[in-house]
């Protein structure tokens, strides 16, 4: 057998230091989720009946296989940190005492939103006091992307609800007077020829909007790689569901006009979002492509200066 080089023993070194550090980690992950247990369970039962929150117990899986993809770059420099992690455990402990007294009152959504924050403020800081500051940096998105497990509180999604309802209206309606179709609109409601129709709340897109989002940050991160970039489109996606809504509502009114009334009821309106995803998805990936070449082509500019000057 050869000598040990001294690479070896660096790597030795860490797989013995590294080891312990994962195997404490999840010891103590798994403690958390036996303290949070019941609120972890209502979550899931939460995501399971409430399609705005269907995405929830997707976040977790994705979050800790984006850390094990990165882990060369993660864990590289690896070090317990208990001072920096000692106030995020203090302010959930305080809370979670706290809420004893006052978050019964609550609404349950309400409630189960404050404690779901806790939760993954409680896992952020156990991962901070395994793998410390430098690791927490490397793994800033997936620990970020944590937070999509927080369902909205009630009031929230009704401002949401509005928002993509008025903007949705404001949208079909624009799109109505570019194709030259007669409309007369009343605030949600539109009088076209022979039919009148209602944006109504269930039309607001709050669902697609969200798994547009959750599917947007992810597709970012990776095709992107620039946070001033995966920023701007961040902002994009709204912008994009409201449009998608507004297409799928001008598509199901044209046709229910000049094709077949009976749309109005049938799939197309009930169960056609996945359809009309596509074209969400679409702008989103035109979007990623104009964003990714930006760079390549601010790249290119000064070679070819190099090249016409020489």
């Known amino acids: 057998m050869g000598a040990k080089t001294p690479t070896d023993s660096v790597a030795l070194a860490r797989g013995i230091s590294i080891g312990p550090r994962h195997l404490l980690f999840g010891v103590l992950w798994l403690s958390s989720t036996w303290l949070f ?38 864990f590289q420099i690896s070090r317990y940190s208990p ?13 979670w005492y706290l809420e004893r007294f006052t978050l019964p009152t609550w609404e349950p959504t309400d409630r189960l939103s404050v404690l779901i924050v806790l939760i993954v403020i409680s896992w952020v800081a ?10 927490v940096k490397a793994a800033w998105f997936p620990l970020s992307y944590l937070f999509l497990m ?42 076209l020829p022979g039919v009148d129709i209602e944006v109504a709340q269930q039309c607001s897109g ?27 489109f961040a902002l994009c996606i709204l912008p994009i569901a409201i449009l998608k809504n507004a297409i799928r509502i001008v598509t199901i ?45 601010r790249d290119r500019a000064p070679h070819f200066a190099q090249e016409t000057a020489s």
């Open 37 to 74: 247990w019941q609120p972890l369970v209502d979550l899931i039962r939460l995501s399971l009946r409430d399609e705005n929150s269907s995405h929830i117990p997707l976040i977790l899986p994705i979050s800790l296989a984006m850390i094990w993809l990165q882990r060369s770059a993660v």
């Open 83 to 95: 001072v920096p992690a000692a106030p995020l455990f203090l302010a959930v402990a305080v809370t």
């Open 126 to 135: 156990l991962f901070l006091f395994c793998y410390g500051a430098p690791a």
């Open 150 to 191: 927080i369902p909205f509180p009630a009031a929230v999604t009704g401002h949401l609800i509005g928002f993509l309802q008025s903007w949705s209206a404001d949208a079909s309606y624009a799109i109505f007077r570019l194709m030259g179709t007669p409309v007369l609109r009343d605030g949600f409601h539109f009088s």
């Open 206 to 232: 709050i669902h697609a909007a969200l798994s547009l989002f959750v599917a947007g940050l992810l597709a970012a991160h990776f095709v992107l790689q620039a946070p001033w970039k995966e920023a701007c």
């Open 253 to 297: 009114a044209w046709v229910g006009i000049h094709v077949n009334p009976a749309v109005f009821d049938g799939p197309l309106h009930r169960r056609g979002g996945l359809i009309f995803g596509v074209v969400a998805f679409a702008l989103m990936a035109l979007l990623l492509w104009f964003l990714k070449g930006s760079t390549a082509r």
